[in-house]
């Protein structure tokens, strides 16, 4: 089950936490979202770029997550 010596992590830290992983991965497909939109001018092309970026950062969400989720 659970091994009590181990410290649980407080609504706030979840909150601060869970808002820095969001922005981590966010924030570069909003970026290439819009970077494509304006050099291609066309919406579906960007949308696509937007999205290929969302899932690439997507994938290594998991070891940022390890990293900055664990409480040590």
């Known amino acids: 089950m ?8 407080k609504i706030s830290e979840i909150i601060v936490k869970g ?6 991965l966010t924030v ?3 970026i290439a979202f819009l970077i494509t939109w304006t ?3 066309n919406l579906i092309n960007a949308a696509i770029v937007g ?11 998991l070891k940022i ?8």
């Open 2 to 9: 659970s091994d009590p010596s181990k410290s649980k992590l």
């Open 51 to 61: 999205g290929i970026v969302h899932f690439i950062a997507m994938g290594f969400s």
């Open 39 to 41: 050099v291609l001018d």
């Open 28 to 30: 570069p497909s909003l």
């Open 19 to 24: 808002t820095i992983m969001a922005t981590i």
């Open 65 to 72: 997550s390890k990293k900055i989720l664990i409480k040590k």
